[in-house]
Nanobody, 127 residues
Framework: QLQLVESGGGLVQPGGSLRLSCAASGVSFDRYAIGWFRQAPGKEREGISCISRRPARTSYSDSVKDRFTISRDNGKKTVYLQVNSLKPEDTAVYYC????????????????????WGQGTQVTVSS
């Protein structure tokens, strides 16, 4: 099972950008699909992006599509989430999560599929 640590969050003005990182420790990182989730105050956690194993297929929620980009570097055991054109409604704690899968399986934005979770990184969008 992977251990995951998120970083890169912070306070940013509307329209700004951040790059979130999800660093993994443990074996066989390349056998896991990785997802990004977020939870805003008073709201349920939502899946926003995920990336499958090689070849890395990606998926995005409608709320972040065309603004966020997910990528992975298996050599560094890290998944990145580039977040651009940030809006106040993007304010949330951002989590990464992982589940082991076979090559042919696409990733999912369903929280119930994930087994390992990080502690989260806070993103605050405010002027």
């Amino acid at each position: 099972q992977l251990q995951l640590v998120e970083s890169g969050g912070g306070l940013v003005q509307p329209g700004g950008s951040l790059r979130l990182s999800c660093a993994a420790s443990g074996v066989s990182f390349d056998r896991y699909a990785i997802g990004w989730f977020r939870q805003a105050p008073g709201k349920e956690r939502e899946g926003i992006s995920c990336i499958s194993r090689r070849p890395a297929r990606t998926s995005y929620s409608d709320s972040v599509k065309d603004r966020f980009t997910i990528s992975r570097d298996n050599g560094k055991k890290t998944v990145y989430l580039q977040v651009n054109s940030l809006k106040p409604e993007d304010t949330a704690v951002y989590y990464c999560a992982a589940f082991p899968t076979i090559l042919s399986v696409d990733c999912t934005l369903e929280e119930r599929d994930y087994r390992s979770w990080g502690q989260g990184t806070q993103v605050t969008v405010s002027s």
